[in-house]
C-alpha cells in the first residue's frame, strides 16, 4: 500500500524550512519582508539557491561567481532576490502565503524553481514531473493574484549531472516538457538555456557548474544575455 506521502503531491502543498544550508532561512524571509516594500522593485528573482547566491538584495552570506554578472544586468534596475537556498515548489508556495510579494507591483517576475524538488532526503521526497510542474502552477497561480500586472517568466530548470544520460537529467527533461506546456497555455515566456550551458558532448563542465548543479560567472552571463530582452521591456 502506497504511504500517504507517496499519494499526496508535497510539491504543491505549501511547507515552510525542511533543509538546512549556509545561511538562516528564518531571518532572510523577516529580511524580504523588512525590504521588499522599499526596494518597491521591478523585478523579482523567484527561486532557489541558483538564484539566491547570485547577487542582489537581500544580500548573500556568499556568491556563487563573482557577482559581477549580477550588477552588470541588474544595475539600472530595482531588483528584488526571492532565491532562497534548498528551497523547493513548496517552500516558495509557503513563502508566498506569508507575506512574500504581498503589496508589490512588479513589471517582471523571473521564477526558476524545481531542482531540488527531485532529491530525496529524510525531509522531503522526491517527486515526479508532473508533481512539480503542478508545484510551479500553484506557484504561479499566486504570483498571478498578487502581480496581477507583471510579466511571467517561467525558467526551464536547469540541467543537472555531468552526464547527459544520468536519470536526473531525463526526469528534467520531463519536468521542463511540462514547464514549456504551461508557459504556453498561460501566455507566459518560457526560456529554455539548457543547451547553452552544456559542453557539445552533452556534458556539463565544471567551468559552468563546478558541482554539476550551480552555476559560476560562466553559467551565469548565459542566463543574463537570455533575460536581457525581457529587462528592455521593463525599461520601456
Known sequence: ????????????IPVSKLEEDSYDWWERHEQVLGMQAGIDPEIVMIGDSITHFWGGEPKPPHLHGSGEVWNSLFSSYRVLNMGFGW??????????????LDGLNPKLVVILIGTNNTSETENARAN?????AEGLAA???????KAPNARIVVMAVFPR?????????LLIQEINARYAKLAEERGYAFVDIGPELLEADGTLS???????????????????????????????
Do not use: F
Not at 87 to 100: E, F, K, P, S
Not at 161 to 169: G, I, L, V
Not at 216 to 233: C, F, M, Q, S
Open 161 to 169: 549531472e555531468k552526464e547527459p544520460d544520468h536519470p536526473r537529467r
Open 87 to 100: 528551497d523547493r515548489t513548496q517552500n516558495v508556495l509557503w513563502r508566498l502565503d506569508h507575506g512574500q
Open 206 to 236: 565544471p567551468e559552468t557548474t563546478p558541482d554539476y548543479c550551480h552555476l559560476t560567472d560562466r553559467g551565469y552571463r548565459k542566463w543574463a544575455e537570455a533575460l536581457k530582452p525581457y529587462l528592455a521591456e521593463v525599461a520601456n
Open 1 to 12: 500500500m502506497a504511504k500517504q506521502s507517496d499519494t499526496i503531491n508535497t510539491a504543491a
Open 128 to 132: 515526479t514531473a508532473e508533481e512539480i
Open 139 to 145: 506557484i504561479c497561480d499566486r504570483v498571478e493574484a
